[in-house]
């Protein structure tokens, strides 16, 4: 029997869950996922919402199983070890899956992909489904890159991303993206084709550095460093800064 997901935020993991498990390793965007998982594994603020839950769906069907959160704190613990083992995150991943129970997003919740939107089979049905019991559907947009910048990406992807995209406008209620370009890129995609107008929300990436001894701001408010400049004190002498970008 399905369990009515009632008044919450529903975030799809199978992006995370299919990728770890086939590749042995995560990237960028698998990253980004880890970060918001984790953060409402943690407790943050649900604004309206009553819960948050972790769901997976196969790529073929309309079915959605929800995980066990001990699970999905397990797999996110092992992403984000400092060395990941193949062997075990398959096995976290296997026991996610069996242990996981037929639910379905009902009335007052939002299902967010948080991941790959493309490569699902008969996404429109998909989509209608979960819309159909009074649940608003959404994606995380990381990048166009298969349209804008084709040459840095796998040729699998870039065969399929823009028509699934095309398709996506059809159906989803809203859009968050990583960055405001991205909000940019996805607004002029739509509207160059006179596709149907969504609401698109930048979501700017949350920043963290990581020192070893940041420095505190001095007791007197006029001659003290602001707290970011303070804590950079820490990289003084250092042989380099490193800097990752996307690309």
């Known amino acids: 029997?399905?369990?009515?997901?009632?008044?919450?935020?529903?975030?799809?993991?199978?992006?995370?869950?299919?990728?770890?498990?086939?590749?042995?390793?995560?990237?960028?965007?698998?990253?980004?996922?880890?970060?918001?998982?984790?953060?409402?594994?943690?407790?943050?603020?649900?604004?309206?919402?009553k819960l948050c839950e972790f769901v997976f769906a196969p790529v073929a069907g309309k079915l959605i199983w929800r995980l066990q959160r001990d699970d999905v704190r397990r797999l996110l613990e092992a992403c984000t070890s400092s060395s990941i083992e193949v062997s075990r995150i398959r096995q976290i991943v296997e026991g996610a899956r069996l242990r996981a129970t037929l639910a379905h997003a009902d009335a007052g919740s939002a299902y967010l992909v948080l991941g790959a939107f493309w490569g699902r089979d008969a996404a429109g049905p998909f989509y209608r489904t979960i819309q159909a019991r009074g649940a608003k559907v959404g994606v995380l947009i990381h990048d166009i890159f298969p349209i804008t910048h084709p040459e840095?990406?796998?040729?699998?992807?870039?065969?399929?991303?823009?028509?699934?995209?095309?398709?996506?406008?059809?159906?989803?209620?809203?859009?968050l993206t990583n960055s405001k370009n991205t909000a940019r890129e996805v607004e002029d995609f739509f509207t160059t084709r006179a596709l149907r107008r969504i609401p698109i929300y930048p979501v700017p990436l949350a920043h963290r550095m990581a020192v070893a001894n940041a420095a505190r701001p001095k007791s007197n408010p006029k001659t003290a460093k602001p707290v970011a400049i303070a804590a950079l004190q820490d990289l003084d002498g250092a042989p380099f800064v490193l800097c990752v970008g996307t690309i």
Request: glycine share 10%.
């Open 1 to 49: 029997r399905s369990q009515p997901l009632r008044d919450s935020l529903v975030l799809d993991l199978t992006d995370i869950l299919n990728f770890v498990a086939d590749q042995g390793f995560i990237t960028g965007i698998q990253r980004v996922q880890i970060g918001v998982a984790s953060t409402f594994l943690a407790g943050a603020d649900l604004a309206r919402f």
């Open 152 to 175: 840095f990406v796998g040729g699998g992807v870039v065969d399929y991303f823009e028509s699934d995209l095309l398709r996506g406008n059809a159906y989803w209620d809203f859009v």
